[in-house]
């Protein structure tokens, strides 16, 4: 079982920028994939980035390529998201969650199996 608390959320001017932490409970984080999700009021939930259990490998979703940056400590059992050069449409909850054992993409919801409660970003114009 792993139980995931998010922080960092708040409120942001266009063009500025927000760190969002994911602290992770239990022994075994380190042989988790950690990915990061957002949901906007009224819209789906949208993959944001993806990173391996070991932090090599990472990914993107196309609107924040360039902009955001996922990386993890294992000694710590947190995963981040440096987020740069916020825009309104970066407005929605922020949600992380850690997948183990998977088949599928990366970039789909389903593959996590532990979902945090997720912290509200707002960008104002």
């Known amino acids: 079982q792993v139980q995931l608390v998010e922080s960092g959320g708040g409120l942001v001017q266009a063009g500025g920028s927000l760190r969002l932490s994911c602290a992770a409970s239990?022994?075994?984080?380190?042989?988790?994939?950690m990915g990061w999700f957002r949901q906007a009021p009224g819209k789906e939930r949208e993959f944001v980035a993806h990173?391996?259990?070991?932090?090599?490998?990472?990914y993107y979703g196309d609107s924040v390529k360039g902009r955001f940056t996922i990386s993890r400590d294992n000694a710590k059992n947190t995963v981040s998201l440096q987020m740069n050069s916020l825009k309104p449409e970066d407005t929605a909850v922020y949600y992380c969650?850690?997948?183990?054992?998977?088949?599928?993409?990366?970039?789909?919801?389903?593959?996590?199996?532990?979902w945090g409660q997720g912290t509200q970003v707002t960008v104002s114009s």
């Open positions: 239990g022994r075994t984080f380190s042989s988790y994939d």
């Open positions: 969650a850690a997948a183990r054992h998977y088949t599928g993409s990366y970039y789909h919801s389903n593959i996590y199996d532990y």
């Open positions: 990173i391996n259990w070991s932090g090599i490998m990472t």
